[in-house]
């Protein structure tokens, strides 16, 4: 993804110094995500080439990594704020505290179903097979007449 069009969609204007670290975390996601198709089996240039999606979700993906770490900042892993300046007091919760890991780039479960990256998992080990119905033996009973 080009910075460009990373800074062409971010909600606010980069501060100072943000444009080399956006430059740098976009190239982090990327390679992130591709780890993640090779934890999978799979290559991720191979898979964008095979689809007509993914590349879109890629770039959507890293976009939404990296705007966590630079909106939430130094305030990572805040549940709660409260500042007081006199008599005015200003606090807040923060809904998603794990949307960024104390500066550095998160990829979610949501983002991993997003890229097609579902884990399907199976019970394992060793169970007890399940109770029988107790069973009768059916007796014919033959009527005398």
């Not at 959507?60 to 305030?75: I, K, P």
Request: with cysteine; charged share 30%.
């Amino acid at each position: 993804m080009l910075i460009d069009g990373f800074i062409a969609r971010f909600p606010r204007a980069l501060k100072p110094g943000e444009r080399e670290r956006a430059e740098l975390l976009l190239q982090d996601a990327r390679d992130m995500i591709a780890a993640e198709f090779g934890r999978a089996g799979m290559n991720l240039d191979e898979e964008i080439a095979r689809s007509d999606w993914l590349e879109a979700v890629v770039c959507r993906v890293a976009f939404e990594m990296v705007s966590a770490v630079l909106l939430v900042g130094d305030r990572a892993g805040v549940r709660q704020y409260s500042v007081t300046a006199g008599d005015i007091t200003e606090s807040g919760t923060y809904s998603d505290v794990n949307g960024s890991a104390w500066g550095g780039l998160v990829l979610t479960d949501k983002h991993r179903f997003d890229l097609g990256l579902v884990q399907h998992a199976t019970a394992r080990g060793r169970f007890p097979g399940a109770p029988s119905w107790p069973e009768r033996r059916l007796r014919r009973v033959r009527y005398r007449r």
